[in-house]
């Protein structure tokens, strides 16, 4: 049985990767280490298999640094690029959950994106986008479920718990 040098295959466009499935990502990176170790260059390696140099070199640092061949992560890292600290998110939180908006001398019934938005601007003096206030009550997640229990003495008799009509 006769292999093929390496060199012989000729791959005639560059492979978008990120377009790759992860497990056809994970196989080109031991193929390059393969290469690698038989000895060919960056430039030799990405020439061959269709890669972009800069890509075949960088899988090559993260193996020397010890990073493995896996995935790198992607993404911002949790809790960066956030607005408010997370002892302020704390405050704030803890007083849409305790307390309702009239009581804190802003001009709502209920808490709503807007009254979280001034209740932000009047502690720390910052203006945020209604998005970002949307983004941060969606992610603290149950907070209307946890103020409809703390203001159920508020509740007329036979008047449904929030989000009881979409149990259904």
């Known amino acids: 049985m006769h292999i093929q040098s390496p060199m012989s295959i000729q791959i005639p466009e560059r492979i978008d990767v ?4 992860a497990a056809a990502r994970q196989q080109m990176r031991e193929i390059v280490l393969r290469l690698q170790a038989q ?3 960056s430039t030799a390696i990405a020439d061959m298999l269709g890669l972009r140099r800069p890509t075949v070199s960088d899988w090559l640092r993260r193996i020397r640094e010890g990073l493995g061949t896996g995935e790198r992560k992607r ?12 002892v302020q998110e704390a405050r704030i939180l803890q007083d849409i959950t305790t307390q309702t908006p009239d009581r804190l001398g ?13 209740l932000i601007r009047r502690y720390f003096g910052r203006l945020l ?4 206030v949307r983004l941060y009550l969606q992610r603290w997640g149950s907070v209307f479920f946890k103020i409809d229990v703390a203001f159920s003495f508020m509740r007329p008799s036979g008047f449904p718990r929030y989000g009881a009509l979409d149990s259904r």
Request: overall charge positive; aromatic content about 8%.
């Open 18 to 21: 990120r377009k790759l499935e």
């Open 75 to 86: 993404g911002r890292r949790v809790g960066t690029g956030r607005r408010l600290t997370p």
């Open 129 to 132: 986008p209604k998005r970002t």
């Open 39 to 41: 000895g060919y260059g």
């Open 106 to 118: 802003l001009p709502y019934a209920l808490w709503n994106a807007q009254a979280v938005r001034d």
